[in-house]
């Protein structure tokens, strides 16, 4: 799908309630970027942008105090970030890079502001959004503070699986940044998805999974 072709607000849940001839004015004021794999979109030293993933997927990450790089999320096609920003929250440490070869979508803060004054329902439904995206980030505390690693994993494949709502998911990440996600290491997360397949509750062919046997992954390891 091309740019010419290609609405990105009809993408994301924040414009969902707009009428159509409302979608093709917002559409007007949002630029189109393609930006490469590695490409740093959002960082404390760049513009406040309002992203939004048209295709391919962005990491969201955070810098400890220490400097290591702690992944916080992945936004695919649809899914956008930066509201905060616009919003006058001052991005102190959060980093936001092109996983493949994207394409974006983005608004400046004044077009953003001029939007929520223009159309007030925006802002109740960025509300709602938000606190999804709270409830999110509770999540990730809870998940995070599990003690065993196993855990950690089977909770993630779970909701994978549930997002998906298939058996059939795909890692939407290298093992790498997923050990990094999980709060362990490469190798460790190697054995334990070792460990599943052994139990002949996944099976794996590179990130495509299939859940084969969802109550043992729950009563066994979650």
């Known amino acids: 799908m091309t740019l010419d072709n290609h609405h990105c607000v009809q993408l994301v849940p924040l414009f969902e309630k707009l009428a159509e001839q409302d979608l093709t004015k917002v559409e007007k004021i949002v630029e189109h970027k393609k930006i ?13 942008l309002l992203v939004i993933v048209a295709q391919g997927a962005l990491k969201i990450s955070q810098l400890s105090q220490s400097g290591k790089e702690q992944l916080l999320r992945i936004i ?18 959060l980093y936001g890079q092109a996983m493949i070869d994207s394409t974006i979508c983005f608004l400046r803060q004044s077009d953003f502001e001029t939007l ?21 980030a509770e999540h990730q505390a809870g998940f ?32 790498k940044e997923l050990a990094n996600y999980i709060g362990t290491s490469p190798e460790t997360i190697s054995r334990k998805i070792k460990v599943f397949e052994e139990n002949k509750i996944i099976s794996r062919q590179g990130r495509m999974i299939k859940l084969l046997d969802k109550e043992k992954l729950e009563d066994d390891f979650a």
């Open 36 to 48: 490469k794999k590695g490409e740093i979109i959002i960082s404390p030293d760049k513009e406040p």
């Open 76 to 93: 695919e096609a649809g899914d956008y970030e930066g509201e905060g920003a616009l919003l006058g929250v001052t991005n102190g440490q």
């Open 116 to 136: 929520l004054t223009t159309y007030p329902s925006l802002s109740l439904q960025l509300l709602k959004l938000n606190a999804k995206k709270y409830l999110a």
């Open 144 to 175: 995070l503070a599990l003690d065993d690693v196993e855990a950690r994993l089977a909770h993630y494949f779970l909701n994978l699986s549930a997002t998906s709502d298939s058996i059939y998911f795909e890692i939407p990440m290298k093992l």
